[in-house]
């Protein structure tokens, strides 16, 4: 089974070389830190917990509603190739297990989910030099950066599943953005472990750096959706199969 | 008006009405979550301040709602590979002609279900009064030339590019400049401040008793011309749209 996943990786690497679909992970996030930044610097009479409150304002927005979107957008892109014409016998015949060839895809946007992240990271310590803050990066932004991509690697799972079974490429990105919004109720109302598109900015602590996340309930609940939505995507492949 | 009646044939699978109306639901459910039991202030100015949230919500959602749209319109063609096709049986300009008049029906349909809506929540609430007929009508009439723009601007990269993330990509960062514009200022001549420049309502927040109050605002000769653009857009977007799609080897 491992040679088979190692296989489907490597597969799923062929298809997205020299694709462009990074530069979309890497040009949103530069939006967000410029604009976070320029708000950080003109209201520091009111934002005056420094890497703290710089992190909120580069965080917010990105993460409740822009990052479930993007990701949505890699994992739409992943499936692309296989909803083109009949490429869809050609991915099912070829000789690996089937969960295989759903954990190729899930493994690159985990990837390039992480990649992202880092690159979050990356702007707001740049952004945080360039703004005269002092240190470096707040003891917890390692547990953030964490947490975040774990929370993001569940939204790929739910994007991934959507993404097979719906044949467009712009629906499950809508879904995605949708579902982002709808974040924010649910975090608003303190049901945000439960729901899977607030795991990411809640790991993330957008918008409420010193918040204390319950660590065991939020790993649990990460899981829980992550083999729910694996184990949806493996039953629809294997129905696609019939 | 074939080539029209031919793209909503073409459509009537697609649930392209389902996607924008799902979309448009997380509207409604976010209505009915954040305006519920407003506080006496609240429902003084409610039709006042409803049109100022309309156009936040909207300014944020819509750059995507019609990336995702004018996706679905085009994208249909690149997948039949028919446009070389089409183009034999009628010109491309008439293609594309058919393509931006289906999107701005979608659209006047879609703004309309949400206009309507929102004016039955608002009397469900009980706010004071009535809607202003007149500024809802423009409001209206500007959020609908607003979306058009955008559309068009989408439309351009979804039938020039085969590849659809690159016109969702755009789309997205349309939403997130919308966004961030509106700490900026209350004009953009961007198209994605289009809707942020026409809102009619603006708000001033009271810190020491907590109060928002809303007014309907008047437009300084930049603000004016920030609206003005909008139309400039449009007319841009559609004309440069045609010309480069005439012009493309399909």
Not at chain 1, 185 to 195: A, E, I, L, P, Q
Request: some cysteine; overall charge positive; proline content about 4%.
């Amino acid at each position: 089974m491992k040679h088979f996943t190692l296989k489907c990786i490597k597969a799923e690497h062929l298809k997205l070389r020299r694709s462009p679909v990074w530069l979309a992970f890497f040009l949103l996030p530069v939006l967000s830190a410029f604009f976070g930044t320029a708000n950080y610097q003109m209201n520091q009479g009111v934002l005056k917990s420094e890497w703290y409150s710089l992190w909120s304002q580069h965080s917010l927005f990105l993460c409740y509603l822009f990052m479930p979107a993007l990701i949505g957008t890699y994992c739409s892109y992943l499936w692309r190739l296989e909803h083109m014409r009949t490429n869809w016998n050609a991915f099912l015949t070829a000789p690996v297990p089937l969960p295989a060839l759903c954990f190729g895809k899930l493994f690159w946007a985990a990837a390039i989910t992480a990649a992202g992240n880092a690159w979050i990271f990356l702007l707001y310590f740049v952004c945080g030099k360039i703004c005269g803050l002092p240190g470096v990066l707040p003891p917890q932004a390692a547990g953030w950066f964490a947490a975040g991509t774990l929370g993001g690697i569940v939204i790929c799972c739910i994007q991934l599943a959507l993404s097979m079974v719906i044949r467009s490429f712009a629906v499950p990105i809508g879904i995605g953005m949708a579902a982002g919004i709808g974040g924010l109720v649910f975090t608003n109302k303190g049901w945000g472990m439960y729901y899977p598109y607030s795991l990411y900015a809640l790991g993330m602590r957008a918008n409420n750096p010193q918040m204390k996340l319950e660590t065991p309930v939020f790993v649990i609940s990460c899981i829980l959706y992550l083999f729910l939505f694996a184990g949806i995507s493996v039953v629809c492949i294997r129905r696609h199969e019939q | 008006m074939k080539t029209l009646r031919l793209e909503f044939y073409k459509i009537r699978r697609r649930r392209v009405w389902l996607t924008m109306f799902a979309m448009l639901s997380v509207q409604l459910l976010w209505g009915l979550w954040a305006l519920r039991n407003p506080k006496d202030w609240e429902l003084e100015s409610g039709w006042m301040s409803l049109l100022y949230v309309l156009s936040m919500l909207d300014g944020i959602m819509l750059p995507t709602m019609m990336a995702v749209l004018a996706s679905r319109l085009a994208d249909i063609e690149h997948k039949g590979n028919t446009y070389k096709q089409l183009e034999t049986l009628r010109s491309a300009g008439s293609l594309y002609h058919a393509k931006a008049v289906c999107g701005f029906l979608i659209i006047t349909a879609l703004l309309l279900a949400q206009l309507t809506f929102f004016i039955f929540l608002g009397f469900r609430l009980g706010y004071a009064g009535t809607p202003d007929v007149a500024h809802y009508l423009l409001s209206y009439a500007f959020k609908l030339a607003g979306n058009l723009s955008l559309f068009l601007l989408q439309l351009i990269l979804s039938m020039l590019f085969a590849n659809q993330m690159i016109p969702l990509v755009a789309g997205l960062g349309g939403s997130m400049a919308a966004l961030l514009l509106m700490f900026v200022r209350t004009y953009s001549f961007l198209p994605w401040g289009g809707i942020l420049s026409a809102s009619l309502v603006g708000s001033t927040w009271d810190e020491t008793t907590r109060i928002s109050s809303f007014y309907y605002r008047s437009f300084s000769p930049a603000e004016t011309a920030a609206v003005a653009m909008i139309f400039v857009w449009i007319l841009i977007f559609y004309f440069a749209g045609r010309f480069l799609f005439t012009r493309k080897e399909l």
